[in-house]
């Protein structure tokens, strides 16, 4: 299992526009974790990531304007939750049980 510190940065290709930069490790259902307004996929702790992550599939992504995602900052939470939704959507994930 990749190490968050060694993870790949990949890109989701939004249907919004937005280029989003993300990082996934782990395997089972995903969980998606929220970075706060300006924070980016480096202001994550990789130590608490990696035990997270022995018993899961964990996604980190940068917000739209934010780090190495495109766009313009959202201006409030609720722009933010509409732009974790389309980086959701573009990750095609699968629906599980």
């Known amino acids: 299992m990749d190490t968050y510190s060694t993870a790949p ?9 937005i280029d989003y930069a993300y990082r996934r ?5 995903p969980l998606l974790l929220l ?15 990696d035990a997270l992550a022995r018993d899961r599939e964990l ?3 940068d917000n739209t304007g934010v780090g190495a995602s495109t766009g ?6 609720a722009a ?15 629906e599980r049980p």
């Open 9 to 17: 940065t990949q890109v989701a290709h939004a249907a919004n526009g």
């Open 25 to 29: 490790i782990g395997s089972g259902a």
């Open 35 to 49: 970075q706060h307004f300006r924070g980016n996929l480096d202001n994550w702790d990789p130590a608490l990531i």
């Open 59 to 61: 996604i980190t992504f």
């Open 72 to 77: 313009r900052t959202p201006g409030t939470v």
């Open 80 to 94: 933010m939750a509409d732009d974790a939704i389309a980086f959701l959507d573009a990750l095609d994930l699968d």
